[in-house]
């Protein structure tokens, strides 16, 4: 039995979808086939991360070669992606040393997030991968770890085909100016907020 909500939820929908159906127009412009696209995850909200592994997984499926690098994460990290990731096969590599505001070195932090970037350089340079995640990048930018006029170039010198996903709090401009797709993540609520402490399977 629907309740009188329900149901003037129901009748405003249906007749805003008809609306939408008839009037919908499809674009004659679009492009075709495979265009590497450069997709940012940025905000302050949760899934940022949780979204660029479902992209991973989607491309997996769709048998693109993928790969993912992570610039907080330490490289002995076993999380609940690491293990999926380790059963698909996919590789990945933590380059960081965990979370970087409790670091009590925050040069060699910085060196990680340098070395990180030469190594994650060098594979979008291979042309060997179809799509490559950049985990947590925004703040090796943010930092001035990593220079962006390099990253900039060799963004913009890449596979015209390679897709290539970043993710992080406050994205600078000129990597938002840049991205093709930008996901802005604004936390409504959180569970933390309520005494709940990270889950295994949700959090890590």
């Known amino acids: 039995m629907t309740d009188d909500a329900t149901q003037a939820r129901r009748e405003a929908a249906m007749r805003e979808l008809a609306e939408a159906r008839d009037?919908?127009?499809?674009?004659?412009d679009l492009s075709r086939g495979r265009r590497g696209l450069l997709i940012v995850n940025t905000g302050k909200g949760k899934g940022k991360t949780t979204a660029a592994l479902g992209l991973m997984l989607r491309a997996h499926g769709?048998?693109?070669?993928?790969?993912?690098?992570?610039?907080?994460k330490h490289e002995k990290a076993k999380f609940g992606e690491?293990?999926?990731?380790?059963?698909?096969?996919?590789?990945?590599?933590?380059?960081?040393?965990?979370?970087t505001w409790r670091s009590?070195?925050?040069?060699?932090?910085?060196?990680?997030?340098?070395?990180?970037?030469e190594l994650a350089k060098a594979?979008?340079?291979a042309?060997?991968?179809d799509l490559i995640v950049l985990d947590e990048f925004t703040y090796a930018l943010k930092y001035g770890w990593v220079p962006w006029p390099d990253v900039e170039a060799t963004l913009k010198a890449r596979d015209p085909r390679l897709h290539v996903?970043?993710?992080?709090?406050?994205?600078?401009?000129?990597?938002?100016?840049?991205?093709?797709?930008?996901?802005e993540i604004?936390?409504?609520?959180?569970?933390?907020?309520?005494?709940?402490?990270?889950?295994?399977g949700i959090e890590h």
């Open 104 to 117: 009590r070195d925050l040069e060699n932090s910085a060196s990680l997030a340098a070395h990180g970037w």
């Open 123 to 125: 594979a979008i340079e």
């Open 186 to 200: 604004q936390p409504v609520k959180h569970a933390y907020e309520a005494g709940i402490g990270a889950q295994p």
């Open 165 to 183: 996903v970043i993710t992080g709090r406050d994205a600078l401009p000129e990597l938002v100016a840049l991205a093709d797709t930008v996901s």
């Open 82 to 99: 690491h293990r999926t990731l380790d059963l698909l096969g996919i590789p990945y590599e933590g380059l960081g040393d965990g979370f």
């Open 127 to 129: 042309g060997e991968y």
């Open 23 to 28: 009037s919908h127009q499809k674009r004659e």
């Open 62 to 72: 769709r048998g693109l070669k993928v790969r993912m690098f992570q610039f907080l």
